[in-house]
């Protein structure tokens, strides 16, 4: 999975899906706590996307 590959960078994955338009926000808004991201990382990036 993507997000265990990217343990390291997450913030920037995150940071780049959010700003990307290939997936809606809500999807990655319902998505994050299903695949574990912390929510230091969804907020930070959920604020800077």
Same mark, same amino acid.
């Given at each position: 999975?993507?997000?265990?590959? !990217?343990?390291? !960078?997450? +913030? /920037? @994955?995150?940071? &780049? +899906? !959010? +700003?990307? #338009?290939? +997936?809606? /926000?809500? &999807?990655? /808004? =319902? %998505?994050? #706590?299903?695949?574990? =991201? #912390? @929510?230091?990382? *969804? *907020?930070? %990036?959920? &604020?800077?996307?």
């Amino acid at each position: 999975m993507q997000i265990s590959q !990217r343990r390291e !960078r997450l +913030l /920037n @994955y995150m940071i &780049f +899906l !959010r +700003l990307t #338009p290939i +997936l809606p /926000n809500t &999807f990655i /808004n =319902v %998505a994050s #706590p299903i695949v574990d =991201v #912390p @929510y230091r990382i *969804f *907020f930070l %990036a959920t &604020f800077i996307g």
